[in-house]
């Protein structure tokens, strides 16, 4: 599962609420009780991890490959939320698939199945 250090972690739990229907299922915070010290959310049975960057730990994002039900509707979601179209969602020989950039530098490829 990835772990991603993120600037403004707490706007990120909201991304992917709204994006992907995420559930959050783990926060802590830092002592300041406004930072993420470390979370989780679900997207589908996945989990992925994440927290604050840091002077101690630096921005580490990542490319993530997601199916959902309706890739035309999540696509376009991903775009109202900030996200920037890295390739238009076409149909393709597994599924009709798009790619994003996310406000906090995450790349994801949004996919449905045919």
Not at 66 to 93: C, N
Not at 103 to 113: D, E, L, M, Q
Request: charged share 25%; hydrophobic share 40%.
């Amino acid at each position: 599962m990835p772990y991603l250090m993120i600037n403004d972690a707490a706007r990120f739990t909201d991304f992917v609420k709204k994006v992907f229907d995420a559930e959050l299922s783990f926060t802590r915070m830092r002592e300041d009780n406004s930072t993420v010290m470390h979370s989780e959310v679900q997207i589908a049975g996945s989990t992925i991890m994440f927290c604050e960057t840091t002077e101690q730990w630096k921005t580490a994002t990542a490319n993530m490959f997601v199916y959902v039900e309706k890739a035309d509707e999540t696509f376009k979601k991903a775009i109202e939320a900030g996200s920037k179209v890295i390739m238009e969602l076409t149909d393709q020989p597994y599924g009709r698939s798009g790619g994003i950039t996310d406000p906090f530098g995450n790349v994801w490829w949004i996919t449905s199945v045919k």
